[in-house]
């Protein structure tokens, strides 16, 4: 359970940066025109910040990656539990679920399925 809102958060965290920052940008914006001091701390505040989010990213993937080598370790696939893992061709170590067709690299980071282009079909 907390595996999974873990992932699900580290999936999602680019794009809750990039909101947290567009928030704050609304709100620098408007004291532009208030308080203008205080837009200034705010950009500060965000340029440290990012080295803050960056940190903070690192250490949650880092846990995620721990807790899904543990479960690769015992065999089974840290998505679906289920113990249907198989080595990915050329894939340095990494393995892939049989049943939900989830990859993790050696580290136990999630691999990102890739997109196929679509073909045209020649009639
Ligand atoms: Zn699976």
Redesign the pocket.
């Known amino acids: 359970m907390v595996l999974k809102l873990l992932r699900q958060f580290n999936r999602a965290y680019g794009y809750a940066v990039f909101g947290i920052y567009l928030v704050a940008f609304g709100i620098a914006f408007l004291f532009v025109f208030i308080f203008p001091p205080a837009t200034l701390a705010l950009l500060f505040i965000s340029i440290f910040g990012l080295l803050f989010f960056n940190v903070l990213g690192f250490m949650l993937r880092t846990i995620e990656r721990r807790w899904n080598r543990a479960r690769l370790d015992k065999g089974r696939?840290p998505?679906?539990?289920?113990a249907?893992l198989s080595a990915i061709v050329g894939g340095a170590g990494g393995v892939r679920?049989g049943?939900?067709?989830?990859m993790h690299d050696a580290q136990g980071a999630w691999i990102k399925p890739e997109l196929r282009e679509a073909v045209a079909v020649q009639a």
């Open positions: 696939c998505e679906c539990g289920a249907a679920c049943a939900c067709d989830a």
